[in-house]
């Protein structure tokens, strides 16, 4: 889906697994299951490629896109764990995966690890995400850290704001993947405005936008998507101080 789009379906529920399903799937043993559905409307697989998704090596990405190992390892993890993955798939009409795992309902004992300190700061940061809800929560997050906080849902807008007032802002952080004007765009866009403004890239999306991209576009630092409280304070606290130090 990745050049045209789509919708992307993950599913959770309790299954009971019966004893004729479980004889079509050997590692199965009847009884209480998990299901995890994952389902996209993408292009679709052909039985000749559905028959050999599992083989180690196997691919139908370009050379440097896959290994053919990410569906190979998947398939050992949950065999090894007594459970099994089934696919269904017309060409044209999408994709389903339903993962099956053994339901236990022993207790677990809880292990708390003591949490790392926030990195709390000073500061004013443009923070711009085209999707409302993360665009308020990650406001929120820089400000119970200290910062004073910029929220924008538009690249574009964003850009006019930084342009009327380049100096107002210490630090930018941005999405990638946005409509009419990526992250990576805006962080251009805004280097030839003012030079020296640090800039963190987010993105969900690895595919497109990784660490060693980011980089060679003179981005400061990249996170990929959720960051937490704690990367995200931490990667803000080292960019200001080298700036400080420059």
Request: glycine share 8%; net charge negative; charged share 20%.
């Amino acid at each position: 889906m990745r050049e045209t789009g789509g919708i992307l379906d993950i599913r959770l529920d309790a299954v009971e697994v019966g004893e004729t399903f479980a004889r079509q799937h050997p590692t199965l043993s009847p009884g209480p299951h998990l299901r995890l559905t994952i389902q996209d409307t993408g292009h679709g697989m052909t039985p000749e490629v559905i028959d050999r998704i599992f083989e180690p090596y196997y691919t139908t990405k370009e050379v440097g896109q896959g290994t053919g190992m990410g569906l190979a390892i998947v398939h050992g993890i949950v065999t090894n764990h007594n459970g099994a993955i089934t696919v269904q798939s017309t060409l044209g009409g999408g994709t389903t995966f339903e993962v099956y795992l053994p339901r236990h309902d022993e207790e677990v004992e809880r292990i708390d690890c003591p949490e790392a300190p926030l990195s709390s700061g000073t500061g004013s940061i443009l923070f711009v995400d085209d999707e409302e809800t993360l665009a308020l929560l990650g406001r929120e997050m820089l400000r119970s850290l200290g910062y004073d906080v910029t929220a924008m849902m538009s690249s574009i807008d964003a850009l006019e704001v930084f342009r009327h007032a380049p100096h107002r802002f210490d630090l930018v952080i941005t999405d990638q993947t946005m409509p009419h004007m990526t992250g990576e765009m805006l962080a251009c866009k805004l280097r030839q405005i003012r030079p020296d403004i640090p800039i963190i890239l987010c993105t969900g999306f690895s595919c497109i936008m990784d660490a060693e991209k980011a980089e060679a576009q003179d981005i400061d630092a990249f996170l990929m998507k959720p960051a937490t409280a704690y990367d995200l304070g931490a990667t803000i606290q080292q960019l200001l101080a080298e700036q400080t130090v420059d």
